[in-house]
């Protein structure tokens, strides 16, 4: 069994143009600030800017 990583945490990535969730990353605890990655949007078929949502399971 695999032991689980305390020091990151699961969070959704979401699209800023259609609000839409399209990827999932894991963060360092330590960082407090939003993160904001240029992802492909399959909704509106372009590059878009997607920032950190929040903490997942």
Do not use: F, P
């Amino acid at each position: 069994m695999a032991k689980k990583k305390w020091w990151r945490i699961i969070v959704a990535m979401q699209c800023k143009e259609c609000g839409k969730t399209n990827y999932h990353t894991s963060l360092n605890k330590t960082i407090t600030q939003k993160l904001e990655l240029k992802k492909y949007c399959k909704q509106d078929k372009k590059k878009t800017t997607h920032v950190s949502r929040e903490k997942l399971k």
